[in-house]
């Protein structure tokens, strides 16, 4: 058990906890009574941090994932998912799960790639050709598998699977982009990753990080002139109001994962456990058919609302990019997985 870590952590980080304030427990003291054992079985409710709104097909997805093992488990295994931002930005999530401050997140996959360079893979452009084909490769266990497993000893996460980001894309406030060149000068906000940032330097932009939850104000402000990313976010996150140009790039099929303490997940019995894998695979099923039917939903009304989607030079863009798999599938594991990879695809 890990209750005499967690209260250090809590006590030394007042702030986060302050935040998660009137909020059920995390973690499985209560865990450990199994059913049928006999004894009076306490609700485990864990927090699971997103940075999507409401809206968005992940918060849907995992809403229902804990109605499901709410269910399964007869109450004893619930899900509370907090989306907004609420607990906090992305990059911090990691050491939160890690910590057990709160349970579960999702966090996207360059959040993952200082921990483990195998996870680079999901963000180098061009790997996989389509949805379908990422999540086949993201739920195939034989082939990530030890991908997944390979951050528990080291930082007490396990990595229980991805979704689908969709295809990414550039937008910007003044003007279609239709090459690489015209990217030049401008300030395009991406995420804290090496790959993200070669990515933006590759096609003649300056990368500039920003947390997700200030891309708006970023954009309005001019502290950057565009960013990447799907449809759904950009509409979601209403974006397409400060930068109405979005340019069809599909420089990458973007993949997030939902990460959880591995302690937590040792808590659960067998039984449990089988109800847990069983609801995140109903779950990410079901997020990949909102996905695609919300892509077309958000492209509509941010139409609507005045944003442009225009098509680019497609091999313009994927000749500036394309140096990217050489410079960072250095190690002869990652060029393994990458093989791997592209054949799911054939």
């Given at each position: 058990m890990?209750s ?5 952590f ?9 935040a998660?304030?009137g ?8 865990a ?8 009076a079985?306490?609700?485990t ?7 999507q ?15 499901q093992?709410?269910e ?5 295994w619930?899900?509370e998912?907090?989306?907004n ?5 992305q ?10 401050v ?36 993201l739920?195939d ?17 396990s ?6 980001q ?6 910007t ?6 090459t ?28 500039t ?5 200030d ?14 990313n799907?449809?759904?976010?950009y ?18 099929v973007?993949?997030?994962?939902l ?11 067998d ?20 996905w ?21 030079d ?33």
């Amino acid at each position: 058990m890990r209750s005499k870590t967690r209260i250090a952590f809590l006590a030394a980080t007042a702030i986060t906890a302050l935040a998660l304030a009137g909020c059920s427990g995390t973690g499985g003291d209560n865990a450990g009574d199994s059913a049928g054992d006999g004894a009076a079985t306490s609700p485990t409710v864990m927090k699971l941090a997103l940075n999507q709104p409401e809206t968005h097909p992940s918060y849907i997805a995992l809403e229902a994932f804990g109605e499901q093992l709410k269910e399964a488990t007869d109450g004893r295994w619930d899900i509370e998912v907090h989306a907004n931002s609420t607990l906090g930005n992305q990059d911090e999530y990691l050491q939160s799960v890690s910590q057990g401050v709160i349970d579960l997140a999702i966090v996207s996959a360059p959040q993952l790639e200082n921990l483990n360079k195998e996870f680079v893979l999901f963000s180098l452009p061009k790997v996989f050709d389509n949805i379908d084909h990422q999540m086949s490769v993201l739920d195939d266990q034989e082939l990530v598998g030890d991908v997944y497993s390979s951050l528990e000893e080291s930082n007490n996460i396990s990595v229980v699977g991805g979704l689908t980001q969709g295809e990414r894309s550039i937008y910007t406030k003044d003007g279609i982009v239709e090459t690489p060149a015209d990217l030049a000068g401008k300030k395009i906000r991406v995420q804290e990753s090496p790959v993200f940032l070669a990515m933006i330097e590759a096609l003649g932009a300056s990368p500039t990080p920003l947390p997700f939850g200030d891309v708006y104000s970023g954009l309005q402000s001019g502290v950057v002139d565009g960013a990447e990313n799907n449809e759904i976010s950009y509409f979601s996150n209403k974006h397409h109001e400060v930068a109405p140009y979005f340019s069809l790039t599909r420089h990458l099929v973007g993949a997030d994962f939902l990460i959880i303490n591995s302690d937590t997940l040792a808590e659960m019995s067998d039984e449990d456990r089988a109800a847990f894998d069983e609801g995140w695979t109903a779950a990410w099923e079901h997020h990949t058919e909102l996905w695609k039917t919300d892509t077309k939903t958000a492209v509509a009304d941010a139409e609507a609302g005045g944003a442009e989607f225009a098509e680019v030079d497609t091999e313009a863009f994927a000749e500036a990019l394309e140096p990217l798999i050489d410079e960072f599938l250095t190690e002869d594991s990652q060029i393994a997985l990458y093989e791997a990879i592209r054949s799911a695809a054939e």
